[in-house]
């Protein structure tokens, strides 16, 4: 069968750049080893944190921006509420670089953003309790967003724009010609004139097969939901937030209908092969001990776990995104490493991707993005 364009991935990036590429009339075919919204992946969890002032660097603001507009254009697309306005605070030393970053990008770029020292967290959110030096960047503008939701919406549209989308069908091979591509899975061939590669913690495996070899990591995350005190911690008034303190970066969801409180911690993790065995949530004494230390100090109101989950995160050594055409095949286009901080862009990341594959370019800056700060290491001569 012959298509426009082949992705391979239907998860975060690829689902939204199947939706972006079939609403610009192309004929799509969206391939997945499984069949998301699923959990081997990194979109699962029912929420992520989508954040304006970025302490990751100022050069993401302005593309979180844009994504929380392509999210707004989606729920009113849709009809689903997709966004919760919880606001977002970051906190932190005032000598955190993270709390700097966020300062400076929102300076920057005039965002919304009260600075709040540690009596005036605990006034307001009387269920957080920082050091004394902490400070807290209060965003009111930013939220929570309903990833697996988000993704439905995506596939809904996708198909009803006339894209194709083949599930729990493993590639097994894909070999690049000048002018198109050809991928092969146990089931059937499949031929196009342009592919995206969005595939998470199979990006090593899948891009070895168009000659390519790029530094990038699977790890091994987990996070959990605690019971909570909705008087404290209900959606309604308490924050999501991230926090970087002296024992690690955590990241948090306030209590959203009764679900309980959601914390994970970012940094750290355990490197895995994704086609391996890998633990569940708690066979790691690190899994709840680090969550549980996290809460006693910086959220003290005995909260009891009441589950437990896994994720993948996909690391590059800069923890910046890789986003590019192929340097080899321009009418390839490669979305992975997005790090444990890349959901929130999925909506711009998919309109990137359709650019890429339609007009060769982007209006957004995708510099830092680049394949080339690596280097070029060919598998093959």
Known sequence: MHYDVIVIGAGSMGMSSGYYLSKNGQKVLLLDSFAPPH???????????????YGEGREYVSLALKSQKLWGELERISGQQLFLPTGVLNAGSQNSTFIKQVKAGSKEYGLPMKILDYHEIHDRWPGITLPEDYIGC??????????????????????????????????????????????????QTFHSESLVVAVGAWAPKILAMLDLNLPLEPIRKTFAWFHANEKLYNHNDFPAFTFDTSVGTYYGFPSINGSGLKIGRHDGG???????????????DEDEGDLMRFLGQYMPADQKMKYGKTCIYTMTPDEHFIVDKHPYYSHIAIAAGFSGHGFKFSSVMGEILSDLIISGTTKEDISLFSINRFGINRLQT
């Open 39 to 53: 959990n081997k992946g990194s979109h699962h969890g029912e929420t992520r944190i989508i954040r304006h002032a």
């Open 138 to 187: 209060y965003e009111s503008t930013s939220g929570v967003l309903k990833s697996e939701e988000c993704l439905r919406a995506y596939q809904q549209l996708a198909k009803s724009n006339g894209a194709d989308i083949i599930v729990n069908s493993e590639v097994r091979k894909i070999v690049a010609h000048s002018n198109g591509v050809t991928v092969i899975t146990d089931e």
């Open 270 to 284: 355990q490197r895995i092969n994704p086609d391996g065995c890998i633990e569940g949530f708690g066979e790691l």
